[in-house]
């Protein structure tokens, strides 16, 4: 709406055609994002960093104190 009101303004009288954005899809192939590439380099990194923090996590939590919650 600001944008239609700042060209009317500008004495802009023709419709300005917006690119279709429908989807989530369609808005990253417009700005040209590459999905599939995008993917395997996601897949890559789930399957080659997340068990090396996940290895991190478990040895340094294995030194944690953990109290009881138990109130009886």
């Known amino acids: 709406m600001q944008l239609q009101r ?3 303004s500008l ?3 023709d419709g300005i055609p917006y690119p279709d954005i429908d989807t989530k ?4 192939k417009l ?6 590439a995008l993917e395997k380099d ?3 990194f789930l399957k080659n960093e997340i068990p090396k923090w996940a290895a991190k ?3 340094r939590e294995k030194n944690y104190k953990v109290k009881s919650l138990n109130t009886d």
């Open 6 to 8: 700042i060209l009317i």
């Open 11 to 13: 004495g802009v009288k």
């Open 25 to 28: 899809a369609k808005a990253q």
């Open 31 to 36: 700005i040209g994002l590459d999905m599939p």
């Open 42 to 44: 996601k897949q890559e």
């Open 57 to 59: 996590a478990k040895e």
